[in-house]
């Protein structure tokens, strides 16, 4: 009985016209990386379970994609125990580890502070990365949402200075002026929420606060108030936050933050950094610029600037790339003292965006051969054979029509399907006249040529 073909939910299949678009784009940001004095890692697809859990907070862990133990692995933890129904009264946090040690990376950045720690001896400060790779999360796909997706990651660490943060800003403003997307680049500082969760009483409340207003787009402020008010958090505080959650998105704000957060030292210092930032970013990039103060950025190990990325036009206008200043992220990996600071493109969103706004290159799809060679014989498709290793030999794409049976009416149809330019028509006479009759297929204008004149046309 013949089985009827599937993918798992959240995930897509990629065909040449997609996967030659996502190229473009990874290429695209991968150049800016490289100007910038970047350079590339990677990492394992699967991490130790322990290097990933308690990094993204409760709701992120919850999200991470685990990976059973290979063999017998129920009986292993059953042997010795004398009711294996016992087992069964476990909670799944109980039995999680005694099946499953690793798991599917959520993120690149907390693999790269593994990567840090682990490889310190060989790496020069401050260490300037990027990676482009899949990352996966067990979230409900949805429009924009997908549980496998890449992340293009760049990060700096071994450095305090705010001077990166432009830098990584810049990367976003060059990225987005180059693929016509465009886009409002968000920042704030975590230690602005740092300061409100403790002027609400505790900065223990910080991580509850900063996942609570991350879903202020999705959810909108009547739900987080209620989400907030069933964490614990009293109405003194919760006045707080709404009027917190109200303030216009600009810098002049920060006035009206100083009264809510009572002047703190965490708000002295955000906003210290966030005026600093913003002499560096004065005159220096082409995309609009907000400070909003609603951005929240729900992961747990953001300490300082932290930044999303938020496309302008057609119906996606959801995040597609975001980031921030961690300073205690390795010291969870026993390497104190390296503060760092990343961004990441989000490369399926940004595909979707520039799908939906027609915006890559007309020439992008075009099959890479430019020439088949096409035949009526056996004789004709060896003399093909040999006339596209040596236009290979010389750099330039070709290949020959692999079946004698398909008439030459057939062949053309294949190139013209495939959008290869010219076609070589190989017959007897040809052969014995050393000739090629080139066609091209646009305008349908043909001639007699030998090997190489053609070499010196496709060449150019």
């Not at 039995?95 to 990376?105: F, M, Q, V």
């Not at 390497?335 to 399926?348: A, E, P, R, W």
Request: aromatic content about 8%.
């Amino acid at each position: 009985m013949s089985q009827k073909p599937s993918i798992p939910q959240g995930t897509r299949d990629f065909g040449p016209t997609e996967v030659l678009q996502r190229k473009y784009v990874l290429n695209c940001i991968e150049n800016v990386f490289k100007q910038a004095g970047f350079m590339p890692i990677e990492t394992p697809s699967m991490e130790n379970l322990s290097t990933l859990t308690g990094k993204y907070g409760s709701e992120g862990d919850q999200l991470l994609y685990k990976i059973i133990n290979s063999g017998d692995f129920f009986k292993k933890i059953t042997e010795g125990n004398d009711a294996t129904n016992s087992v069964g009264n476990l909670t799944s946090k109980q039995l999680l580890p005694l099946i499953a040690e690793k798991g599917l990376r959520y993120d690149l950045t907390v693999p790269f502070a593994r990567y840090v720690v682990m490889n310190r001896n060989n790496i020069q400060f401050p260490f300037k990365r990027y990676q482009m790779q899949p990352v996966w999360r067990a979230d409900r796909p949805q429009k924009g949402r997908y549980r496998e997706f890449w992340q293009c990651d760049a990060d700096i660490v071994g450095s305090d200075s705010l001077l990166n943060e432009f830098e990584l800003l810049l990367i976003y403003d060059q990225v987005f002026q180059q693929l016509h997307i465009p886009v409002t680049i968000k920042i704030n500082n975590r230690k602005i929420l740092s300061a409100l969760a403790e002027a609400c009483g505790s900065i223990e409340l910080i991580n509850t606060i900063a996942v609570g207003i991350d879903k202020l787009d999705k959810i909108g402020l009547d739900k987080v108030i209620d989400e907030l008010k069933n964490e614990g958090i009293n109405e003194q505080a919760i006045e707080k936050i709404k009027a917190y959650l109200q303030l216009p998105k600009h810098i002049d704000s920060l006035t009206a933050l100083e009264q809510i957060c009572n002047n703190n030292a965490s708000f002295v210092k955000g906003k210290e950094e966030i005026e600093e930032l913003l002499v560096y970013l004065k005159d220096r990039t082409h995309t609009a610029i907000e400070i909003d103060f609603s951005l929240a950025r729900g992961l747990g190990y953001y300490t300082g600037t932290i930044v999303e990325v938020q496309a302008n036009a057609g119906t996606l206008k959801m995040s597609i790339g975001g980031g921030g200043r961690y300073d205690n992220l390795t010291s969870i990996f026993g390497l104190n003292g390296v503060s760092g600071v990343g961004i990441s493109f989000g490369l399926d969103r940004i595909c979707d965006v520039l799908n939906e706004l027609n915006l890559y290159p007309e020439n992008l799809i075009a099959k890479s051969s430019k020439i088949l060679f096409c035949h009526f014989e056996k004789d004709g498709q060896l003399k093909g054979l040999d006339y596209t290793l040596q236009l290979r030999s010389k750099g330039i794409a070709a290949e020959v029509y692999p079946d004698i049976t398909k008439k030459i009416g057939k062949q053309l149809d294949y190139a013209n399907a495939l959008n290869i330019p010219f076609v070589g028509i190989i017959g007897e006479s040809e052969i014995k006249q050393h000739q090629i009759m080139l066609k091209e297929l646009s305008s349908g204008n043909q001639t007699e040529i030998n090997i190489s004149d053609l070499i010196k046309i496709l060449g150019h």
